[in-house]
C-alpha cells in the first residue's frame, strides 16, 4: 500500500529514509530539517512521493520530482530506499513499479535516477525495469596546485539560471541543472567568453567548499585554461577545497580535470527510461 508522504507523519518519512540508507553503501542519515531542505531544493514533490507499507508498517520511501528541462518532461527518482528487514520482498521492485506509474499519469518523457557504480543489486533492478545508461558521473574532489605560474587573467560574470540553461547539456544530472545551483557564472579571458560554470558553496568540517556542480567550455584549447580558471574562482569565493560532485567522465572537461588531479570519492551512473504515453 502506497501513502503520499504529505498524508503522514513526516517523522515517520525520516525514520523510513534513515532505516532503508542504514546499512547502505554510504550511509545517510538526516533529521528532519535536512530531509526537509532536501526535499525543497531539489523541487520534489511531497503529494508524488511515498512510503509503502507492508501489514501497516512502513517498509520502503521513494522521493520523486518533476520538472521541464529544454522542453522535455521528466520525472527524477530523488532517493528510493527500503528497510532491511523488508528486503527480498520486491519492495524495491514496487516502489519502482509506481515511479513508472506517477510518471506516465503526468505525461512525463522521461523517467531518470542515479546509482552507485558499485551497487550491483539496484544496478540489475534497473536493468530488469528497462533503464539504460546515459553517462558515469564523477564525485571526488580535485587536487589543485596552490599556485601556477602560468596565471591567464580570467574573470567571472553572474549570470541567471534561465541564461545558463542556454549552456546546459541534455542530460546534466537533475540535482546539477543551474535552477539548484548557488551561483551560475560566465568565464571570461579578458574579453572574450570562454564558457560557463555552476556551482555551490558549503562550510565543511575541512573548511569552505566549491562544489562544481557544470563546467562547460567554448573552445577544445579552452581545456587547458581549467587549473587557471578553478584556483581563480577558489581564491574569488575565498574556499579552501574544490570538489566535484555528478560530472559527466566522458567530457573533455573531465578529461582535463583528471589531468590536474581528482580524488575519487564514488562513480554512479545516470540511468533513463523512456516512458511510453
Request: proline content about 2%.
Amino acid at each position: 500500500m502506497f501513502t503520499t508522504i504529505e498524508e503522514v507523519d513526516f517523522q515517520q518519512v525520516v525514520d523510513t529514509w534513515n532505516q532503508g540508507f542504514s546499512d547502505y553503501l554510504l550511509p545517510i542519515k538526516v533529521d528532519q530539517k535536512a530531509l526537509e531542505q532536501r526535499i525543497q531544493s531539489l523541487k520534489l514533490s511531497q503529494k508524488r512521493s511515498a512510503l509503502y507499507s507492508i501489514n501497516g508498517e512502513f517498509a520502503g520511501i521513494i522521493l520523486l520530482g518533476i520538472q521541464t528541462f529544454q522542453g522535455v518532461k521528466t520525472m527524477w527518482i530523488g532517493g528510493m530506499a527500503v528497510i532491511p528487514e523488508y528486503r527480498q520482498k520486491k519492495v524495491a521492485s514496487k516502489l519502482m513499479d509506481y515511479a513508472e506509474e506517477m510518471a506516465k499519469e503526468n505525461q512525463c518523457e522521461h523517467l531518470i535516477l542515479e546509482v552507485i557504480a558499485a551497487n550491483e543489486r539496484a544496478r540489475k533492478l534497473y536493468k530488469a525495469k528497462g533503464f539504460q545508461i546515459i553517462n558515469e558521473l564523477a564525485v571526488g574532489r580535485i587536487m589543485l596546485p596552490t599556485t601556477t605560474n602560468k596565471r591567464s587573467p580570467i574573470h567571472f560574470k553572474a549570470i541567471t539560471s534561465k541564461e545558463q540553461t542556454l549552456n546546459e547539456e541534455k542530460w546534466t544530472p537533475w540535482q546539477n541543472r543551474c535552477i539548484f545551483s548557488d551561483k551560475n557564472y560566465e568565464i571570461y579571458q579578458e574579453t572574450a567568453k570562454i564558457g560557463s560554470i555552476s556551482f555551490n558553496l558549503a562550510e565543511e568540517a575541512s573548511g569552505k567548499s566549491v562544489i562544481l556542480k557544470q563546467l562547460q567550455l567554448l573552445g577544445q584549447k579552452d581545456t587547458s585554461l581549467i587549473t587557471n580558471i578553478l584556483l581563480t574562482l577558489k581564491e574569488q569565493e575565498n574556499s579552501d577545497i574544490v570538489k566535484l560532485t555528478n560530472v559527466d567522465m566522458a567530457t573533455s572537461e573531465y578529461a582535463e580535470l583528471e589531468k590536474i588531479g581528482i580524488q575519487l570519492q564514488l562513480t554512479q551512473f545516470q540511468l533513463a527510461k523512456k516512458m511510453t504515453l
